[in-house]
């Protein structure tokens, strides 16, 4: 809910975490001015790793610690921070449709869970989870097998929000509706609202 007009700062922009070598440009942080309140938006499309045998299981891990290294100079400079996007990470078992048949994937493995809590021993909340949300609540599911018509899905898109914005968090939809439209993405948008 915005009471003063928003007017985004393109000196501030950066593209990629600095110092890391990534081709792909999976990262993009911008910032906006609303009334005298900065509000910094970083938005990540993170690795996914393919298989933890895979080449890019390390790349993923390495992308992962180096926002992590990154994203406590971020905080201090910019204390109203949304760090979002499809992070390819289903942090809990409640996340995942099935646990077990899950429990070897890129999505759910050990270390990226450990790379997710990181992230949130920063300092940032996952705003999906500061409410009471319906259980089997995901934002992907497979085209295969019919996953989505048997909400066989995990949650893997987030919005991690500073401490700064906890107590301006209204709410966390993820627009299941949107997936089943016509030829629609294996995701379904998330949107956070924010008291600013």
């Not at 926002?67 to 949304?82: A, D, F, K, R, T």
């Amino acid at each position: 809910i915005l009471r003063d007009p928003l007017t985004f700062l393109p000196d501030e922009e950066v593209r990629n975490i600095p110092g890391f070598e990534d081709p792909q440009s999976r990262l993009l942080a911008t910032t906006v001015q609303v009334g005298s309140e900065k509000l910094r938006v970083i938005n990540g499309y993170f690795p996914n790793g393919e298989t933890v045998e895979s080449e890019k299981f390390p790349y993923k891990l390495a992308w992962l610690e180096a926002l992590v290294q990154w994203l406590p100079s971020q905080l201090e400079e910019y204390p109203n921070l949304v760090l979002l996007g499809d992070f390819n990470i289903a942090p809990e078992d409640r996340d995942v449709w099935d646990p077990e048949s899950w429990s070897e994937s890129v999505l759910c493995t050990p270390k990226a869970r450990e790379a997710f809590q990181r992230l949130i021993d920063l300092g940032l909340t996952d705003s999906f989870r500061a409410f009471e949300q319906p259980e089997k609540s995901y934002s992907w599911w497979d085209y295969r097998m019919m996953a989505f018509r048997r909400n066989r899905g995990l949650r893997i898109d987030h919005i991690l929000i500073s401490e700064a914005l906890a107590s301006k968090n209204l709410g966390v939809e993820i627009h299941k509706k949107v997936r089943g439209n016509e030829r629609p993405s294996d995701h379904a948008p998330v949107t956070l609202t924010l008291d600013l």
